[in-house]
């Protein structure tokens, strides 16, 4: 579900952030001179940074924001390692609007990060080992504080994060992170999401997991796991060569997809394994549990 964010907080007054006992301002200033550098202060909150800063370009305007993981924000700032529901979400929504001030209809997303944890059917380690590339894109290695856990592909618009869950907080080991980072909001303008007041509408944020599939689907994906004696000379080399990252780059638009086309036909009818499609499946069927528009049934 919806995990990483950053939003612009209108409409605010400042000092309603300022007397907060929850929040604890803490400047960044000058070794030399004491100046505040970039006219910002910021204070951290289970998962979250609230940022004020003071513009350097007008005089008496000041910008509000908020930046962080609200899936963290719902396990007290400590991890994101479990499912976070569209209920869970809503119950963090609310009380970021009774605690901080913060109006859902007039702050404004400016970056937002979708995706799921699944336990896949084999070792983290071995989807990882599997993935190839996607479209002309190669993967680069995926870091979080420090720490090795995956892979990403780096666009312009989105990122494509596929990761150790279980590596990064020492849970099981095949509990994989598949997420989508929006990094120009104009990608989601058709969903009509553009303020947070808009995360709290199901019709708007369901059809998100489409997109996580979609871009699951275009990986190409090789585990290796192939019956070679079926296969002639001719499919033999093609495999191998749709196998190297570094081939997909050189494809023109057509040739890539009628590589894609072929390498999933090969795969359909040689490879001994189906991860890549159960894995499709177990995407699906989790967005699906986690968009449910379900509260827990109140005791009368």
Same mark, same amino acid.
């Given at each position: 579900?919806?995990?990483?964010?950053?939003?612009?907080?209108?409409?605010?007054?400042?000092?309603?952030?300022?007397?907060?006992?929850?929040?604890?301002?803490?400047?960044?200033?000058?070794?030399?001179?004491?100046?505040?550098?970039?006219?910002?202060?910021?204070?951290?909150?289970?998962?979250?940074?609230?940022?004020?800063?003071?513009?350097?370009?007008?005089?008496?305007?000041?910008?509000?924001?908020?930046?962080?993981?609200?899936?963290?924000?719902?396990?007290?700032?400590?991890?994101?390692?479990?499912?976070?529901?569209?209920?869970?979400?809503?119950?963090?929504?609310?009380?970021?609007?009774?605690?901080?001030?913060?109006?859902?209809?007039?702050?404004?997303?400016?970056?937002?990060?979708?995706? *799921? +944890?699944?336990?896949?059917?084999?070792? &983290?380690?071995?989807?990882?080992?599997? %993935?190839?590339?996607? !479209?002309?894109? /190669?993967?680069?290695?995926?870091?979080?504080?420090?720490?090795?856990?995956?892979?990403?592909?780096?666009?312009?618009?989105?990122?494509?994060?596929?990761?150790?869950?279980?590596?990064?907080?020492?849970?099981? *080991? +095949?509990?994989?992170?598949?997420?989508? &980072?929006?990094?120009?909001?104009?990608? %989601?303008?058709?969903? !009509?999401?553009? /303020?947070?007041?808009?995360?709290?509408?199901?019709?708007?944020?369901?059809?998100?997991?489409?997109?996580?599939?979609?871009?699951?689907?275009?990986?190409?994906?090789?585990?290796?796991?192939?019956?070679?004696?079926?296969?002639?000379?001719?499919?033999?080399?093609?495999?191998?060569?749709?196998?190297?990252?570094?081939?997909?780059?050189?494809?023109?638009?057509?040739?890539?997809?009628?590589?894609?086309?072929?390498?999933?036909?090969?795969?359909?009818?040689?490879?001994?394994?189906?991860?890549?499609?159960?894995?499709?499946?177990?995407?699906?069927?989790?967005?699906?549990?986690?968009?449910?528009?379900?509260?827990?049934?109140?005791?009368?």
């Amino acid at each position: 579900m919806i995990d990483g964010i950053k939003i612009d907080v209108h409409s605010l007054n400042g000092s309603k952030w300022l007397s907060n006992k929850l929040l604890h301002f803490h400047t960044y200033t000058s070794v030399e001179t004491g100046e505040l550098l970039d006219g910002t202060i910021v204070a951290k909150y289970k998962g979250l940074k609230f940022f004020i800063t003071q513009s350097t370009k007008y005089e008496n305007r000041v910008y509000y924001s908020v930046r962080g993981s609200l899936h963290k924000y719902f396990n007290n700032g400590k991890h994101n390692a479990n499912d976070f529901s569209f209920y869970d979400l809503q119950n963090v929504i609310q009380e970021l609007q009774q605690k901080f001030n913060i109006n859902p209809k007039t702050s404004t997303l400016r970056n937002i990060e979708f995706g *799921t +944890n699944v336990i896949t059917p084999i070792d &983290a380690k071995e989807v990882l080992k599997s %993935l190839v590339c996607y !479209g002309k894109y /190669t993967f680069g290695t995926l870091k979080i504080e420090g720490l090795i856990v995956g892979k990403r592909i780096a666009k312009q618009q989105s990122s494509l994060k596929i990761y150790d869950k279980g590596k990064q907080y020492q849970k099981a *080991t +095949n509990l994989v992170r598949f997420e989508i &980072a929006i990094h120009k909001m104009i990608y %989601l303008k058709k969903f !009509g999401i553009v /303020t947070l007041s808009d995360l709290q509408d199901i019709a708007k944020i369901e059809p998100l997991g489409s997109i996580l599939l979609n871009y699951w689907d275009d990986v190409i994906y090789y585990d290796k796991k192939i019956d070679w004696k079926r296969l002639t000379e001719f499919e033999r080399k093609k495999i191998l060569y749709y196998a190297t990252p570094r081939n997909w780059f050189d494809f023109e638009i057509k040739q890539r997809y009628r590589a894609k086309k072929h390498f999933k036909e090969l795969m359909q009818q040689f490879s001994t394994s189906k991860t890549h499609k159960e894995i499709y499946n177990l995407i699906g069927l989790k967005w699906s549990d986690l968009s449910a528009n379900i509260c827990p049934q109140i005791k009368r």
